[in-house]
């Protein structure tokens, strides 16, 4: 039989220390929860302590995907105590049995306890079932082992600040071989480095709409699903994941290769290394922001905007959207997301 708790109980739950919530008159503590919701914390604790069935599903705010119900049913502790409040039994036992239709559909895909890439090896999904399942995001509070082999795996995980710690040496030597080599300048170390910062922002662009993003023209094939998975599925099928957010060092060798002969092709020396530098940089930002956008109660200038535009993009809709660091390329090309629903 489950644990009963009265909704005057439920509000002294309303504090950062001890956060519930009730949802179709299922209580939910979410304290553990609040630094990794993706909207940021200050959206749950507004109704700390609150029936939020109806927030849930209300425009205004953000209509939560079947996803989010998915994600509550590892908080749920107990029910409210019946006739405590009047709902229409229908919508509640709807809720329900799409909740657990939900997690049964979710456990038949992977197992979020076991090392993810033999399961996606040996599997014989659908492409169409792959790709519905993926784009469900689920929660973890601990980090979902990749590799069967422990050094394997390690080699998958990426702390945020192995970014900057690697690549910013790297920025910092391109500038200097630039302003060094005859005929550099700062006036052409500049205008590299800049061009180098917008060629970034449309290379973002083009490798998260048509490398990432390569749904529609994904072979039906596992070895094609395990690759896109591996390159940017788990992201969104685990979008939370600290470690595997921003890209692995030899990810970012490999997809450099072509940028480095692209500049030494097209300019002379100084240019060159400054826009390499540029284009770095941009990678930098890129995914520094990006890990910021999913783990950190940003800053309303800015990036509080662009915040709810890359979530929008995780759990409303993944094939527009496609600009991390700004819309600007979505602009251009006509994938911006919009967030008015009405539009």
């Keep these: 039989m489950s644990i009963t708790f009265k909704r005057d109980e ?21 304290t553990s929860f609040l630094q990794d919701h993706p909207g940021g914390s200050e959206y ?11 927030i849930m599903k209300d425009s205004v705010y953000h209509t939560h995907s079947d996803a989010a119900y998915d994600v509550l049913t590892e908080y749920y502790i107990g029910e409210v105590v019946k006739d405590d409040h009047v709902q229409e ?38 492409k169409e079932y792959y790709l519905e399942q993926v784009h469900r ?46 005929y550099g300048s700062i006036q052409v170390t500049s205008q590299g480095f800049s061009i180098g910062i917008l060629f970034w922002t449309l290379l973002e662009y083009v490798l998260h709409r048509f490398l990432f993003h390569l749904d529609k023209l994904l072979p039906d094939h596992p070895i094609a ?24 060092p030899i990810l970012t060798i490999i997809l450099s290769i072509p940028v480095f002969q692209l500049a030494h092709g097209l300019f002379h020396p100084p240019l060159a290394y400054s826009f390499v530098a540029g284009a770095f940089f941009g990678y930098v930002c890129y995914d520094m922001i990006h890990y910021y956008l999913h783990h950190a109660n940003v800053l309303k200038i800015y990036f509080r905007e662009l915040k709810r535009y890359h979530i929008a993009h995780h759990y409303k809709n993944f094939d527009s959207g496609f600009g991390i660091t700004s819309k600007l390329w979505d602009y251009v090309f006509g994938t911006v997301l919009y967030l008015d629903e009405s539009k």
Aim: charged share 20%; net charge positive.
């Design 44 to 54: 749950i604790l507004e109704f700390a302590g609150k029936d939020i069935t109806s």
């Design 89 to 126: 039994r229908n919508v509640i036992k709807q809720a329900v049995n799409a909740n657990k239709i939900g997690s049964q559909r979710d456990q038949e895909f992977l197992d979020l306890r076991k090392p993810l890439f033999s399961q996606l090896w040996n599997a014989t999904y659908s």
């Design 10 to 30: 439920v509000k002294k739950h309303s504090t950062s220390d001890s956060c519930w919530v009730i949802v179709n008159n299922k209580v939910y503590d979410v």
């Design 225 to 248: 699903l395990l690759v896109h998975f591996t390159l940017h599925g788990i992201h969104h099928h685990m979008p939370m994941d600290r470690l595997r957010l921003v890209m692995p």
């Design 137 to 182: 995001p689920r929660y973890t509070p601990y980090t979902v082992p990749y590799f069967d082999n422990p050094y394997l795996d390690m080699l998958s995980k990426t702390n945020w600040f192995i970014v900057p710690v690697l690549w910013l040496p790297f920025v910092v030597f391109q500038l200097w071989k630039s302003l060094n080599c005859a």
